[in-house]
């Protein structure tokens, strides 16, 4: 009662006008302080906006580069790769780590340079942010998944051969910037392709625009059905099929197999359908491979040669940066990976990349690269050399490119390595 009684009293005391006047003072006070709040805290956002724009735009793009190509050299093969067993299905989880190596080395960096600025700018602008052409790879790498990228269908595949070099080609092409490779072999137009487009997407890594996605299968190249179902995903992908002398080729195939099944027969005996009569068992996988010609001729019915390129396994392992130069040029990169990358190993038999600078040793292959192969009869050398040489003629014609094997015969003598 109180309470009520002072209340009576101060409103009987003080004139309605002016309590109204002095209510509406505080408030008009209240309202003008919380507009130049909201415009200072306006302006300030404003200049973030355009401070973030000026450095995602210009300074992060440049120091992005920069850093890119600074450590592409230090992408090297990892931990030794598993040899791939009958189904070459089984994942090597170090070829897996170097194939986001890139990203890892940069994803970091990336989110502290740009994270922030990126969400500003684009609220401001009310839209997403783009960019010209111009180190559009880099751009992409601020205005990205989570996952740095996109997942794309391959623009080029190492279809074959079996045995000739194709996993030293992709370890090599992986240490390019702009390439982005499965480390596996995804076997998808030979034994997965029921399982869809969108399944064969999903093993790919993530990329940036201006990279390469690739894969490496070689069993592709002696697979019937894989020309036409590759046309049928793109028919301007571009094909790589690394060759090698086909009797080495066969020997080295039989000793990797041999390694895993000792009890096999001799080279000798599966190589013959007769030994006496000197007939060749041309539908043993190891020397059907071999033929060259036979398979390229499925290959050129839907693909012309410009979207081919054969690299040859014997250069591979002589000059390997200029087999990479090659390379690089025909998919359409920076020569990046040159003879700086590479050392040769004297024990291996075979270039090594070389070990990058945070590293105590060198990259190689693993241990199932490199073996022994077991001597061979060399009247069966000189009979597979001469069943051989009709198909490689015909292959030299195909390719316009003479590989001169018939130089090699002696090739296959004891201790020769793959």
Same mark, same amino acid.
């Given at each position: 009662? +109180?309470?009520?009684?002072?209340?009576?009293?101060?409103? *009987?005391?003080?004139?309605?006008?002016?309590?109204?006047?002095?209510?509406?003072?505080?408030?008009?006070?209240?309202?003008?302080?919380?507009?130049?709040?909201?415009?200072?805290?306006?302006?300030?956002?404003?200049?973030?906006?355009?401070?973030?724009?000026?450095?995602?735009?210009?300074?992060?793009?440049?120091?992005?580069?920069?850093?890119?190509?600074?450590?592409?050299?230090?992408?090297?093969?990892?931990?030794?790769?598993?040899?791939?067993?009958?189904?070459?299905?089984?994942?090597?989880?170090?070829?897996?780590?170097?194939?986001?190596?890139?990203?890892?080395r940069t994803a970091g960096w990336v989110r502290a340079q740009a994270a922030t600025t990126?969400?500003?700018? +684009?609220?401001?602008?009310?839209?997403?942010?783009?960019?010209?052409?111009?180190?559009?790879?880099?751009?992409?790498?601020?205005?990205?998944?989570?996952?740095?990228?996109?997942?794309?269908?391959?623009?080029?595949?190492?279809?074959?051969?079996? #045995?000739?070099g194709t996993r030293a080609l992709l370890e090599a092409l992986r240490v390019h910037p702009?390439?982005?490779? @499965?480390?596996?072999?995804?076997?998808?137009?030979?034994?997965?392709?029921? #399982?869809?487009?969108?399944?064969?997407?999903?093993?790919?890594? *993530?990329?940036?625009?201006?990279?390469?996605?690739?894969?490496?299968?070689?069993?592709?190249?002696?697979?019937?059905?894989? =020309?036409?179902?590759?046309?049928?995903?793109?028919?301007? /992908?571009?094909? /790589?099929? &690394? &060759?090698?002398?086909? &009797?080495?080729?066969? /020997?080295?195939? %039989?000793?990797?197999?041999?390694?895993?099944?000792?009890?096999?027969?001799?080279?000798?005996?599966?190589?013959? #359908?007769?030994?006496?009569?000197?007939?060749?068992? +041309?539908?043993?996988?190891?020397?059907?491979?071999g033929i060259y010609a036979l398979h390229l001729e499925s290959w050129m019915q839907y693909?012309?040669?410009?979207?081919?390129?054969? @690299?040859?396994?014997?250069?591979?392992? &002589?000059?390997?940066?200029?087999?990479?130069?090659?390379?690089?040029?025909?998919?359409?990169?920076?020569?990046?990976?040159?003879?700086?990358?590479?050392?040769?190993?004297?024990?291996?038999?075979?270039?090594?990349? #070389?070990?990058?600078?945070?590293?105590?040793?060198?990259?190689?292959?693993?241990?199932?690269?490199?073996?022994?192969?077991?001597?061979?009869?060399?009247?069966?050398?000189?009979?597979?050399?001469?069943? %051989?040489?009709?198909?490689?003629?015909?292959?030299?014609?195909?390719?316009?490119?003479?590989?001169?094997?018939?130089?090699?015969?002696?090739?296959?003598? =004891?201790?020769?390595?793959?």
């Amino acid at each position: 009662m +109180a309470f009520w009684s002072s209340t009576s009293v101060f409103t *009987s005391k003080v004139p309605r006008k002016i309590l109204f006047m002095f209510t509406l003072s505080l408030s008009v006070t209240y309202l003008f302080y919380s507009l130049m709040s909201c415009y200072n805290s306006f302006q300030f956002q404003e200049n973030y906006v355009y401070q973030g724009r000026l450095v995602t735009e210009e300074t992060t793009f440049v120091t992005l580069r920069e850093k890119l190509y600074s450590t592409s050299s230090q992408v090297y093969l990892d931990e030794e790769f598993v040899e791939s067993t009958a189904t070459e299905q089984t994942i090597a989880v170090s070829s897996v780590r170097n194939s986001v190596g890139i990203d890892e080395r940069t994803a970091g960096w990336v989110r502290a340079q740009a994270a922030t600025t990126r969400s500003a700018a +684009a609220a401001a602008a009310g839209e997403p942010l783009e960019f010209s052409t111009t180190d559009s790879e880099l751009r992409r790498a601020v205005n990205c998944t989570s996952d740095y990228g996109v997942k794309k269908l391959p623009q080029a595949i190492i279809i074959g051969v079996k #045995k000739g070099g194709t996993r030293a080609l992709l370890e090599a092409l992986r240490v390019h910037p702009d390439v982005r490779a @499965v480390g596996n072999e995804p076997h998808f137009f030979d034994r997965n392709y029921e #399982k869809g487009l969108d399944w064969y997407r999903e093993l790919m890594p *993530s990329t940036l625009e201006g990279q390469i996605t690739m894969e490496k299968t070689p069993s592709y190249f002696v697979t019937n059905s894989a =020309p036409k179902r590759i046309h049928s995903m793109a028919r301007d /992908i571009k094909l /790589i099929i &690394v &060759v090698r002398n086909p &009797v080495t080729r066969a /020997i080295s195939d %039989y000793t990797q197999t041999l390694s895993k099944r000792p009890e096999i027969p001799t080279f000798e005996v599966l190589a013959f #359908k007769n030994r006496t009569l000197g007939l060749i068992d +041309a539908s043993w996988s190891a020397l059907r491979i071999g033929i060259y010609a036979l398979h390229l001729e499925s290959w050129m019915q839907y693909f012309p040669l410009s979207q081919m390129h054969f @690299v040859s396994g014997e250069r591979l392992i &002589v000059d390997p940066a200029g087999e990479m130069a090659k390379v690089q040029d025909f998919l359409g990169l920076k020569r990046i990976v040159t003879d700086k990358h590479f050392y040769f190993n004297k024990t291996k038999g075979f270039p090594c990349l #070389k070990k990058p600078e945070d590293s105590s040793t060198p990259r190689c292959l693993g241990k199932s690269k490199g073996r022994t192969h077991p001597k061979i009869d060399p009247d069966v050398i000189r009979r597979l050399h001469k069943f %051989y040489k009709p198909f490689n003629m015909m292959f030299y014609q195909m390719t316009g490119q003479n590989f001169q094997w018939e130089l090699e015969e002696d090739g296959n003598s =004891p201790g020769f390595r793959d």
